[in-house]
């Protein structure tokens, strides 16, 4: 049984990848196992959706929720033909007005669950596969009063890239997806915060099927990175050629 596994697919990225893998006839599957908390958003992608939707409500950030998806996979002896980690959120402020709680939640589903999913996976991935993760251009710079989720997202990156090298023998190639702004869910998460208004500046905008699309593209050509748009493209050489202090000054300016 070839199946696909989406991380995060109650919303936003996450659900967009189920919706675009539904619809892609260049990857055969039997079936798409959706993860998220929300039960609800999970049962609606069935009635939207031509392939069988395997739900699973489970907290990626707690053992239990981790077990419950081990333990379907150790049950069900898919092949796992795509991966997608897509869960993920990030907080805007400085070091005084996040919680200890929104940091370690931010590190623990952002960085550690991501890892923990994706070996856990790996075993039932034939050669050939792919793992997509949803990275950040927030990854490319240090940015202060948005320091902890793009630390996580620098991990991020320089986790799948590597990994990405690891897997050539398997032919198995990891995709580190590095949008911008994207138009979903996340800025009502991030804006909920001691400091919301942290960041106003959400310009370009891009949407979440152009930012899918462009992934699955660049997956399928086993690209280690995926970046959308000019204005992204231009931040990330920025990064690479500018000296940091200049960047953050910059970013300090236009966020």
């Known amino acids: 049984m070839a199946i696909a596994i989406v991380t995060g697919a109650s919303s936003g990225m996450g659900m967009e990848f189920v919706r675009q893998l539904d619809a892609d006839k260049k990857t055969p599957l039997d079936a798409i196992w959706v993860i998220a908390r929300r039960t609800d958003r999970l049962e609606q992608l069935k009635s939207e ?56 939640d931010m590190i623990d589903l952002n960085v ?21 993760t949803i990275g950040s251009a927030s990854a490319f710079q240090p940015l202060p009063e948005f320091n902890m989720y793009a630390s996580t997202k620098a991990f991020v990156v320089h986790f799948c890239r590597a990994l990405n090298v690891e897997l050539k023998s398997r032919r198995i190639s990891v995709t580190c997806v590095c949008p911008g702004f994207v138009r979903t869910e996340f800025f009502a998460v991030a804006q909920d915060t001691k ?30 990175l995926s970046v959308l748009g000019l204005n992204t493209k231009f931040k990330r050489w920025a990064a690479k050629l500018l000296p940091a202090k200049m960047v953050m000054q910059t970013w300090l300016k236009i966020k």
Do not use: W
């Not at 409500?57 to 981790?66: I, K, P, S, V």
């Not at 092949?79 to 993920?88: D, R, T």
């Not at 550690?112 to 997509?132: A, E, F, N, Q």
């Open 49 to 104: 959706c031509s392939h069988e939707i395997v739900a699973i409500t489970a907290d990626l950030t707690t053992a239990e929720g981790r077990e419950a998806v081990v333990n379907r996979l150790s049950e069900e002896q898919p092949q796992v033909s795509v991966l997608v980690n897509a869960a993920g959120f990030g907080k805007y402020g400085t070091y005084l007005d996040l919680t200890d709680r929104e940091i370690d």
């Open 112 to 132: 550690k669950s991501m890892v923990h999913m994706t070996y856990d996976v790996l075993p039932y991935m034939p050669d050939g596969s792919r793992i997509l």
């Open 195 to 224: 400091n919301p208004d942290t960041c106003k500046n959400f310009k370009p905008m891009y949407e979440p099927k152009a930012v899918v699309k462009k992934a699955l593209r660049d997956s399928r050509r086993r690209k280690d």
